[in-house]
C-alpha cells in the first residue's frame, strides 16, 4: 500500500448501475450492470453517511514497461482532473477522511478511492462517477500538476527517514514491478509520460468491467439499482486488463545498508525484513495468517517492532524494528523464533482479533458502523472500513466461509510449511541509517 492524497473538493458528481441483484444473509447485495459493474449495497440501520468505495482492477504492478507510475498518476488525475460536465477539482490536502473529501491509493493490482458523504448526495456522487468513468479529460495542464504530486510523494516515501520508508525500500526489493521502474513512479518514467497516453490508458481500462462499486451506510438497494442502471448504461465496457502472470520471486537476497535523509535528531537506524505475503487463495493462507497475527500482537505488546501487513490489501508483509547498533536484526529474529510454537487454542482467536473485519470473518454490527470514521482498513469497523473490505473481497473472489474454517483446520505442519515463508534467508533485508547526502534509489 501506498501514496494516499486526500483532497477536499466542491459538490462533485459521480456513478451508478446495475442488473442482477443478489441478496445475503449478511445484508449485503450484489448487482452487475450490463457493462460488467459490479455494484456492492450494504445498508447500515442508523448510519447518517454512506461511505463510497470504487477499486478498478488495475495497480502499480501493471504499469507498462518504461512507464511505471502509470497508475498512480491516474489515480491523482482520477480525482482531480475534469470532466466534460465538471470541472477540474481544487486540491487541498487534509488528514483522514472526512465528509466531502476523497482518499485514493493505487496498490499492487488495483486503485481505490474512497469517500464518505450525506445521503441526499449520493445520486451526484454517482452521477459524478459515470462523467469520469466516462468523459474525464486528461489534460497536459492537469498531468503536469500531479506528476510533481506524485514526484513529491515518491521522495517522501523512499527518501525520508522512517519506519514506513524502510519498508518501502525492502519491499521494493522483494517483489519490485514485474515491468521495471519503481512501485508508484520512477522519476524518468514519470517526466516521459504524455497526457495522450494516460488518456488512452484510462478509456482502455478504467471502465465498468475492471471496477467494484460499494456503498455502504444509509443507503437503500433499490435506489442505488435505478440509479446505477440509468447512470452507468451506455459506457462502454473496456478492455480485460492483461493477465498479471505468476510473478518470479527473487532471492536470495543480502543484508543491504541504505541511508536516508534524517527526519529527526538521534533516530535510530531501522532494520526491516519484508517477504512476499501467500496469495489469498493458496493453501498456505489460512496457517500464514495464523503467523501474521502472532506476530502482530507479540509486536503490540513489545511495541519494538511494526507488522506492515493488511490481509487482501498487501501482497507484501514487512517486519521493522528501531535498532540500537549496526546489526538490527536480533529483534526481528527474536520475533521470529517466537513463531515456533504449535498450534494453540488462541490462534483462531489472534486472527479474528486483527484481522477479522478486513477478512468477513467478523460481522460488525450495525451499531458499530454508524459513524463514517477514517480510513481504518484493517479493523473494517467503520463505514469506509467495511466498504474496503467488501470490494477487495469481490476484486479477489475471496470466501470468508473458506478462509474460516481452514483456520479451524490449521495443522502444526500446516504452520511449519508456513514460517519456511517467513524464513529470514527469503527475506529481503534492509538496515535504513539516517544522514546521508546520497539518495537509496
Ligand atoms: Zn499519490
Not at 112 to 125: K, Q, Y
Not at 203 to 229: I, Q
Not at 250 to 278: D, I, Q
Not at 349 to 378: A, C, K, Y
Request: charged letters at 25%; one cysteine or more; a negative charge.
Amino acid at each position: 500500500m501506498r501514496c494516499a492524497f486526500e483532497r477536499r473538493i466542491g459538490a462533485g458528481q459521480a456513478l451508478a448501475l446495475l442488473m442482477c441483484a443478489s441478496a445475503a444473509a449478511d445484508g449485503v447485495t450484489r448487482l452487475t450492470t450490463e457493462g460488467g459493474l459490479t455494484v456492492i449495497c450494504r445498508p447500515v440501520e442508523g448510519a447518517r453517511h454512506v461511505a463510497v468505495v470504487t477499486l478498478f482492477k488495475i495497480g502499480d504492478h501493471d504499469d507498462p514497461a518504461g512507464r511505471s507510475g502509470m497508475a498512480h498518476l491516474l489515480e491523482h488525475l482520477w480525482v482531480m482532473a475534469p470532466t466534460d460536465t465538471a470541472a477540474s477539482r481544487v486540491a487541498e490536502v487534509i488528514d483522514g477522511i472526512r465528509e466531502g473529501t476523497y482518499k485514493a491509493v493505487t496498490h499492487d493490482r488495483c486503485t481505490v478511492c474512497a469517500t464518505v458523504i450525506p445521503r441526499d448526495r449520493v445520486e451526484e456522487e454517482l452521477r459524478g462517477l459515470a462523467g469520469r468513468m466516462g468523459t474525464l479529460r486528461i489534460e497536459e495542464r492537469d498531468v503536469a500538476r500531479e506528476r510533481r504530486s506524485v514526484a513529491g510523494e515518491q521522495e517522501e516515501r523512499f527518501w525520508w527517514f522512517s519506519s514506513g520508508t524502510a519498508g518501502a525500500l525492502a519491499r521494493e526489493r522483494v517483489l519490485p514491478p514485474p515491468h521495471g521502474g519503481c512501485s508508484g513512479g520512477a522519476r524518468e518514467h514519470l517526466e516521459k509520460m504524455t497526457a495522450a497516453e494516460l488518456r488512452d490508458r484510462w478509456h482502455m481500462y478504467y471502465k465498468p468491467r475492471n471496477t467494484v462499486l460499494v456503498l455502504v451506510g444509509r443507503v437503500d438497494a433499490k435506489d442505488t439499482e435505478r440509479v446505477v442502471t440509468s447512470l452507468f448504461a451506455g459506457l462502454p465496457a473496456g478492455e480485460p486488463v492483461p493477465p498479471q502472470g505468476k510473478q518470479e520471486i527473487g532471492g536470495p537476497f543480502r543484508m543491504e545498508t541504505l541511508h536516508c535523509s534524517e527526519g529527526r535528531p538521534n533516530a535510530k537506524p531501522y532494520a526491516c525484513y519484508c517477504w512476499v505475503a501467500p496469495d489469498p487463495g493458496s493453501d498456505d493462507f489460512a496457517p500464514f495468517l495464523v503467523l501474521a497475527a502472532r506476530l502482530k500482537d507479540a509486536a503490540n505488546v513489545s511495541e519494538v517492532a511494526n507488522v506492515q501487513y493488511v490481509p487482501l490489501v498487501s501482497s507484501t508483509i514487512g517486519l521493522v524494528a528501531p535498532s540500537e547498533g549496526e546489526d538490527g536484526f536480533g529483534t526481528l529474529d527474536a520475533l521470529l523464533n517466537g513463531l515456533a510454537a504449535p498450534v494453540n487454542d488462541n490462534d483462531v482467536d489472534l486472527v479474528r482479533l486483527h484481522f477479522g473485519f478486513i477478512l468477513g470473518l467478523t460481522i460488525p454490527g450495525d451499531w458499530m458502523l454508524s459513524e463514517p470514521g477514517n480510513l481504518r482498513q484493517e479493523l473494517g469497523e467503520n463505514l469506509c472500513g467495511l466498504a474496503l473490505s467488501l470490494a477487495h473481497r469481490e476484486r479477489l473472489a475471496f470466501s470468508s466461509e473458506k478462509v474460516a474454517k481452514a483456520l479451524e483446520a490449521v495443522s502444526n505442519r500446516d504452520l511449519e510449511r508456513a514460517r519456511a515463508l517467513l524464513a529470514p534467508g527469503r527475506a529481503a533485508k534492509v538496515l535504513l541509517l539516517p544522514d546521508s547526502s546520497e539518495s537509496p534509489k
